[in-house]
């Protein structure tokens, strides 16, 4: 799930209050000290310096896994991020969208295939990636996610029972403190879930009006409301738990990394690693940039990958792990011939816009810096919470309870879009947002993103040169098999019916109406298919460029290498069927449990 126009109330971007309203709370928080967080300090080092472990990038992964290891007093670990803290605006659930397209963000971007989403602005996909502790953890929208047992008994069934469902769900429990009371009082529900991780999974205290009718609505569409949409035995429609602590953004960062008072733990911030340096086919350390200075540190132990699925593939290329080809092609000597960058692919998402009368949506501008001085108060307020929900349709019948689509409808009140908003936040072109934002002066809108959860479409990550401050070149494959289109019809015919529920056809809701002219002669599926084409893009759960089975073995050690793991979202072989980040989570942990097993430490899990 990505587009949450109608989210943020009073955030930076999101309307002509946003810039102001969110210095005010910068401001207010700083001098009250309202959101203090305890970020690791910079380390002291000096060039040359060695350690058991480095660790490359600091987000989801990386603080998980640097926080499990410095549980071990014996080891050293040293955890490098190319950005540094983040702003208040990280912490504020109700501010989750203001990051991206900031100096907290990469910003990468996919190439322009000439097919796929050409409804959109440079007819590329935006790609959001943190660049800061915690990653996209601290840009993310905190849904608490895992797929389905079907998932990872697909990873299984590539590179071994080690990574099936079974074997995994105790992963998940540990970090997990779950306190969502829809959860955590049904006894059978709690069996799946923990009580006693670091990280708090919850549920929201305040019903937003929009979640309430939306739920109503995909009731008497047929759908079955759950309790909760991590359960692997029932799919349906339902609100989603976040991972919000107190009203404020909980994440591995948060909850791990930032507790650690142990002295073995040496965190070095705003430091660029530009390539794992490898010696007789062992990864030995790295060379980084720190204050436009060029250093290299050791690892005694292993050197270990977590820079997220586009800049893990480009770390590992820049060092000579990749196709041998494209390596060649670009300058750099070979060191392990691997399909590094292939595999790439992620939920594919269609945003459709309906207009509907007032009265749906949970805030307005009246109603922004109430919720701002509420939240400076005591955390409360709309800022606080997420109260997101979602809603599946199966694979098929003989599979229904497998999630295949998704739809995540949201609500923006009356007014409160603008173009920048539109063709900065979802990047479509100025002409389509133009009749969004025309629509919005005196309807509100609701943003039905209809997202394929499995698809079979693959794209490449590739190098654009050796030179390691150029951004990798992205090419998303989005279509490239066109079974992908398949279900798309049936999928979107169903979201759109939202219009013809009781509720939304008392507020007159109607589509807004952006189909492509190329598409309009089509015949009905066809010009489906077509609009799907053409305004087709990421849901920001990009996976597989560096996966178990093709470029790692079982436990995440890179092919024909020693000293050498992956622990982020590369490595998962196929996506799974939801949001990613507790699923790099439980990556993580099983990547400490297998360090620890190697150097005879014990497993955590049984």
């Not at 990505?2 to 005010?24: D, E, F, N, W």
């Not at 040293?78 to 989750?96: C, K, Q, S």
């Not at 965190?267 to 030995?284: C, M, Q």
């Not at 080809?325 to 595999?343: A, C, F, K, S, W």
Request: aromatic share 8%; with cysteine.
């Amino acid at each position: 799930m990505a587009i949450s126009l109608g989210a943020c109330v009073g955030c930076g971007g999101a309307g002509p209050l946003g810039v102001t309203v969110a210095a005010a709370l910068q401001f207010f928080a700083a001098s009250q000290c309202l959101l203090d967080e305890p970020y690791p300090k910079q380390a002291d080092v000096a060039n040359s310096s060695r350690y058991d472990f480095i660790i490359v990038g600091g987000g989801t992964g990386g603080s998980a896994l640097a926080a499990r290891l410095a549980e071990r007093h014996q080891f050293q670990v040293l955890l490098v991020e190319a950005g540094g803290d983040p702003p208040v605006e990280g912490i504020i659930p109700g501010f989750r969208s203001v990051l991206k397209e900031s100096p907290y963000d990469w910003n990468f971007t996919t190439i322009d295939d000439g097919f796929s989403s050409q409804a959109l602005e440079g007819h590329h996909e935006k790609q959001p990636r943190g660049k800061m502790l915690g990653g996209s953890g601290t840009i993310n929208d905190m849904v608490y996610a895992r797929g389905y047992p079907a998932d990872y008994d697909e990873w299984a069934d590539i590179v071994g029972d080690t990574w099936n469902w079974t074997n995994v769900l105790p992963y998940f429990m540990k970090t997990e403190h779950m306190t969502d009371r829809r959860i955590a009082e049904n006894e059978e529900l709690m069996k799946l879930h923990g009580l006693n991780g670091e990280i708090e999974v919850s549920g929201a205290d305040n019903f937003d009006k929009s979640t309430i009718q939306f739920l109503k609505a995909f009731e008497e569409m047929g759908l079955e409301i759950v309790d909760d949409m991590t359960n692997p035995h029932k799919i349906g429609a339902g609100r989603f738990s976040h991972t919000i602590r107190d009203g404020r953004r909980d994440s591995t960062l948060t909850a791990m990394l930032n507790k650690v008072q142990t002295g073995n733990l040496h965190v070095l911030k705003d430091t660029f690693v530009t390539k794992i340096l490898i010696e007789n086919d062992t990864a030995v350390g790295v060379e980084a940039f720190l204050n436009d200075q060029q250093f290299y540190f050791y690892a005694e132990k292993e050197v270990i990958v977590t820079a997220g699925t586009f800049n893990t593939a480009k770390l590992l290329m820049l060092s000579g792990i990749g196709p041998k080809d494209h390596l060649q092609e670009v300058g750099i000597d070979v060191v392990q011939d691997l399909p590094v960058g292939e595999n790439l692919h992620d939920h594919v998402m269609v945003l459709y816009f309906l207009a509907a009368d007032s009265g749906t949506c949970s805030y307005n501008e009246s109603t922004r810096l109430f919720e701002v001085i509420k939240y400076l108060h005591d955390a409360t307020g709309a800022l606080s919470y997420s109260d997101s929900m979602g809603a599946y349709l199966p694979q098929s019948a003989d599979t229904p309870n497998l999630p295949h689509f998704a739809m995540y409808p949201t609500c923006a009140p009356v007014g409160q879009l603008t173009i920048e908003a539109c063709t900065g936040g979802i990047g479509y072109t100025a002409e389509n947002c133009e009749k969004i934002v025309e629509a919005n002066q005196y309807s509100e809108i609701i943003p039905l993103p209809v997202v394929l959860l499995k698809p079979k479409s693959r794209g490449i990550v590739k190098l654009a040169s050796a030179d390691p401050l150029d951004d990798p070149m992205i090419y998303s494959g989005t279509f490239d098999n066109e079974e992908d289109l398949e279900g798309f019809p049936e999928a979107v015919k169903f979201a759109l019916s939202l219009v013809n529920t009781t509720y939304f056809k008392e507020k007159g809701t109607r589509i807004i109406d952006l189909t492509p002219e190329e598409c309009k002669t089509l015949p009905e599926l066809d010009m489906i298919k077509c609009h799907v084409v053409h305004f087709a893009t990421s849901a920001w759960h990009s996976v597989g460029t560096a996966a178990l089975g093709g470029v790692l073995d079982a436990e995440l050690r890179v092919r024909g290498l020693r000293a050498l793991r992956v622990a982020d979202a590369s490595v998962m072989p196929r996506v799974v069927r939801g949001n990613t980040n507790a699923p790099v989570v439980m990556i993580a942990e099983k990547a400490a449990d297998f360090i620890k097993d190697t150097y005879g430490l014990g497993n955590e899990i049984a």
